[in-house]
T-cell receptor, first 112, second 110 residues
Framework: DGGITQSPKYLFRKEGQNVTLSCEQN?????MYWYRQDPGQGLRLIYY???????QKGDIAEGYSVSREKKESFPLTVTSAQKNPTAFYLC???????????FGAGTRLSVL | GIQVEQSPPDLILQEGANSTLRCNFS?????LQWFHQNPWGQLINLFY???GTKQNGRLSATTVATERYSLLYISSSQTTDSGVYFC????????????FGPGTRLSVLP
């Protein structure tokens, strides 16, 4: 089945630690996105990538980093510089028309 | 940047009732999507609807692009319709990506 796979479902971070969230898609989509969702809130864009080896900051990029070495993969690293990382993280992708976003199931990150 | 508003913020219905959710956006957009976020957090595409009307079972949506709003209709609601409904617009005309509204939280009671 085609889709977007995020892992892990749940992740715990210790203070000062970097953690990486995985996002893989087999939809052959060019564009991929990372969003952050805080409880009771909407989605805010962290980073996006329109093509391999290229990515741009979204609205709340500070404390996060990404890479896009393969079309299928767009991992997000939550660095120790992100002081309030507890949130639900969603990965999405769009096809050539860039009109319909498809989402993964999300990763819940908590701080120990 | 473009602003997206949704109303009402919260809605409680008895099973079997109908409802209308609204999405207003401040500028012209290329496209608009409606999503349902289930209690586990998964976002499910409901409609891609830059203009006009679409129907899918008990759900239908209408976008009036010239007046900058979209409506999502839920008829004969079921408890499984509970969750948060988001609209999102493609704001690439303005150098932005997809902009999400704050959502409408729907609770359908048995």
């Amino acid at each position: 089945d085609g889709g977007i796979t995020q892992s892990p479902k749940y992740l715990f971070r210790k203070e000062g630690q970097n953690v990486t969230l995985s996002c893989e898609q087999n939809l052959n989509h060019d564009a991929m996105y990372w969003y952050r969702q805080d409880p009771g809130q909407g989605l805010r864009l962290i980073y996006y990538s329109q093509i391999v080896n290229d990515f741009q900051k979204g609205d709340i990029a500070e404390g996060y980093s990404v890479s896009r070495e393969k079309k299928e993969s767009f991992p997000l690293t939550v660095t120790s510089a992100q002081k309030n990382p507890t949130a639900f993280y969603l990965c999405a992708s769009t096809g050539e028309a860039k009109n319909i976003q498809y989402f993964g199931a999300g990763t819940r990150l908590s701080v120990l | 940047g473009i602003q997206v508003e949704q109303s009402p913020p919260d809605l409680i219905l008895q099973e079997g009732a109908n409802s209308t959710l609204r999405c207003n956006f401040s500028d012209s957009v290329n496209n608009l999507q409606w999503f349902h976020q289930n209690p586990w957090g998964q976002l499910i595409n409901l409609f891609y609807i830059p203009s006009g009307t679409k129907q899918n079972g008990r759900l239908s949506a209408t976008t009036v692009a010239t007046e900058r709003y979209s409506l999502l209709y839920i008829s004969s609601s079921q408890t499984t319709d509970s969750g948060v409904y988001f609209c999102a617009v493609d704001a690439s005309l303005y150098g932005q990506n997809f902009v999400f509204g704050p959502g409408t939280r729907l609770s359908v009671l048995p």
